[in-house]
């Protein structure tokens, strides 16, 4: 079974522009969350999505959002990119989400912004 | 609140010799999962160890080992016999209702050959 993709690797940008990342889960995976890693902040939960509804969100700004399709692929998009959104960030999906079903991660998009 | 506290930033070990890494939760929640992941430099999270709120034995794989303890709400970690390829970053990480992981602030590993 092939495990989660994302989509770029790796991303460059410029202040004030948007970018948008791509997450694949697990085939049959529902369930699929989005963390953000910084070396100030560390790992932080920035929302989860569920059969394309947010179901649960982290304390982020709206610049942050996200969506899902019905295929359960999931892209997270930032607006208005600032400095201090450049950190990793991981993509994580589970069968049907809920404290029951283990998350496994994707290898990460390392955005950096200029 | 849910929080994680790993409080050993970094630790140095020589290859072979044995190392603990701690990790101290916060919750009020009766039911929850802890987890213990490796994130080696290529920076994906490596899944080690899932361990629920009523499961207090501990488990042992290979050279790794867990304490779970609940009174004293920690959950630890051990290497034995520790080998280079351990050299990571370890989180712990707690998760209760939701469906959010609340990780802590990771422990550096290396282990010196």
């Known amino acids: 079974k092939a495990g989660v993709t994302q989509t770029p690797r790796y991303l460059i940008k410029t202040r004030g522009q948007q970018v948008t990342l791509s997450c694949s889960p697990i085939?049959?995976?529902?369930?699929v969350s989005w963390y953000q890693q910084t070396p100030g902040q560390g790992l932080q939960f920035l929302f989860e999505y569920f059969s394309e509804t947010q179901r649960n969100k982290g304390n982020f700004p709206g610049r942050f959002s996200g969506r899902q399709f019905s295929n359960s692929r999931s892209e997270m998009n930032v607006s208005t990119l600032e400095l201090g959104d450049s950190a990793l960030y991981l993509c994580?999906?589970?069968?049907?989400?809920?404290?029951?079903?283990?998350?496994?991660f994707g290898p990460g998009t390392r955005l950096t912004v200029l | 609140a849910q929080k994680v506290t790993q409080a050993q930033t970094e630790i140095s070990v020589v290859e072979k010799e044995d190392v603990t890494l701690d990790c101290v939760y916060e919750?009020?929640?009766?039911?929850?999962?802890l987890f213990w992941y490796k994130q080696p430099p290529s920076g994906e999270l490596v899944f080690l160890i899932r361990?629920?709120?009523?499961?207090?034995q501990n488990e042992i794989s290979g050279r790794y080992s867990w304490n779970f303890q609940k009174s004293t709400s920690s959950f630890n970690f051990t290497i034995t016999a520790s080998q280079v390829v351990d050299s990571a970053v370890y989180f712990c990480a707690l998760q209760t209702g939701a469906n959010n992981l609340f990780f802590g602030t990771g422990t550096r590993l290396t282990v010196i050959p």
């Open positions: 994580a999906s589970s069968l049907l989400g809920g404290i029951a079903y283990e998350q496994f």
């Open positions: 919750t009020r929640d009766t039911t929850y999962y």
């Open positions: 085939s049959g995976h529902r369930s």
């Open positions: 361990r629920n709120s009523f499961d207090e």
